[in-house]
């Protein structure tokens, strides 16, 4: 399969089956999309060409690979409460439709001899702090640190933490343990005052882009060239997000990450109508990282960093998610699920971090879930990137984990579009560059 695209007055073929791209002209765009009969002799022997090398009209892998039976990471949910009341959480805000509470450390400890049991073999293991607000149960993370690595050099395991956080209680004590601890920490950041405010308030109902903002700027400075993202939400609220982006790029963040909204509240819900607004949004983001980046002043935007020659190698984009059968949600009480987005759905429950996986008929669905069996991806170019989308949204926006989420579906696709340009423009870059040189 190809894809055959435009970005503005550039065109492009997407080899779906060698992932290769390659920029053409205009008229063999329109030859290989069945819209012109002829091409000249020239252009037609170098798509021979490009067939011959296996660039072109590659055929796809079909046959997903066996998924182990062993886990590498969790995601603690210590805490089931939060310090702000986001008008789009899917958390119920931080309670999850339960009551509102706190994991013990024993839970804790439980959860990582859970995950250290069910290993098997692997040697480097994932632990994902979250909420709710995790810095609400700031001891008890610490505790489950200093246990993890403990019981995990005993096992010759190792563990990476990672904490994802508003930023409310992010102050300095804090944030140099994080930057002690963690190998990654995702700041929660709208965009533009006003926007974030609009829907990430505190429990009073003041809006919180003043009370976290100064926090955010003082972690990420120190920080130094350890991972973090500024992670945004846009909503039906602010439809010309790539300003948020902007925004947050003024203020001195270099990673960031801005993703849709996945919501049924229909004043914050993305709709089919605002889809052309946002692909335009895309677009514009798309030209100002570039020009930004030809300027000495570029960022890294999560959805723009696409890496087709390496990043995850082919046959693990196949098998999609591991959630459910690699990676498990823990609540406070110790529940097991598949991921967050699952948790306190009684359907979805598969045990407890104290008896162990109860429900093997659950895992094995899991386990057995990947890009293949969702068929109604068998046609789409993107399929071998986004592994057919996310359980948790095709479950509860189209009913079925295998159908996708079309949204989501329609907004990758242009992500990935623009992704793809920026590649092949910072290539031209390269490349004329070194001409330069040469003369």
Do not use: W
Not at 240 to 254: H, M, P, R, V, W
Not at 371 to 384: G, V
């Amino acid at each position: 399969m190809i894809h055959i695209f435009d970005f503005r007055d550039s065109h492009y073929i997407f080899d779906v089956g060698s992932g290769s791209l390659h920029v053409c002209d205009e008229n063999t765009a329109r030859y290989l999309a069945g819209k012109s009969d002829s091409l000249p002799e020239e252009d037609i022997q170098a798509l021979e060409n490009l067939r011959r090398e296996g660039l072109l009209d590659k055929a796809e892998i079909s046959v997903c690979p066996q998924k182990k039976k062993e886990a590498k990471a969790l995601c603690l949910h210590i805490s089931h409460d939060c310090n702000l009341r986001c008008a789009y959480c899917f958390a119920d805000e931080g309670a999850y439709h339960a009551a509102r509470e706190m994991m013990s450390f024993e839970t804790a400890k439980a959860a990582i001899d859970f995950l250290l049991k069910e290993s098997g073999d692997r040697r480097v293991l994932e632990v994902d702090f979250f909420g709710g607000e995790p810095l609400m149960n700031f001891e008890v993370l610490k505790e489950t640190v200093a246990y993890a690595k403990e019981e995990g050099e005993k096992l010759g395991k190792k563990f990476l933490f990672t904490t994802t956080t508003n930023g409310l209680l992010l102050d300095e004590e804090k944030g140099a343990y994080l930057n002690e601890e963690m190998e990654n920490v995702v700041l929660s950041l709208d965009g533009r005052p006003e926007v974030h405010d609009a829907v990430r308030r505190t429990v009073n109902g003041k809006g919180s882009f003043s009370a976290v903002i100064d926090n955010i700027k003082r972690f990420v400075a120190s920080r130094g060239d350890k991972h973090y993202y500024v992670r945004g939400t846009y909503t039906a609220k602010n439809l010309d997000f790539s300003k948020d982006i902007l925004f947050l790029a003024d203020q001195g963040f270099e990673n960031i990450s801005m993703e849709p909204v996945v919501t049924s509240i229909p004043e914050l819900a993305i709709r089919e109508e605002h889809l052309p607004i946002l692909e335009r949004e895309y677009e514009i983001l798309a030209e100002e990282y570039l020009r930004r980046e030809r300027e000495g002043r570029g960022f890294l935007f999560f959805h723009f960093n696409l890496d087709l020659e390496g990043g995850p190698c082919l046959e693990k984009r196949v098998s999609a998610c591991g959630a459910g059968n690699e990676y498990f949600s823990v609540v406070p009480n110790g529940d097991l699920y598949p991921c967050h987005q699952f948790a306190g759905e009684e359907n979805f429950k598969l045990g407890n971090v104290n008896e162990g996986i109860v429900r093997g008929d659950l895992r094995e669905v899991f386990r057995t879930n990947c890009l293949f069996t969702r068929t109604k991806c068998k046609d789409c170019f993107c399929k071998f990137i986004c592994s057919g989308g996310c359980n948790a949204n095709n479950l509860h926006f189209a009913g079925d984990m295998n159908a996708p989420y079309e949204i989501g579906c329609r907004l990758m696709k242009k992500r990935v579009e623009c992704a793809m340009h920026i590649l092949a423009e910072r290539k031209l870059r390269k490349s004329q560059e070194n001409e330069r040189k040469m003369r």
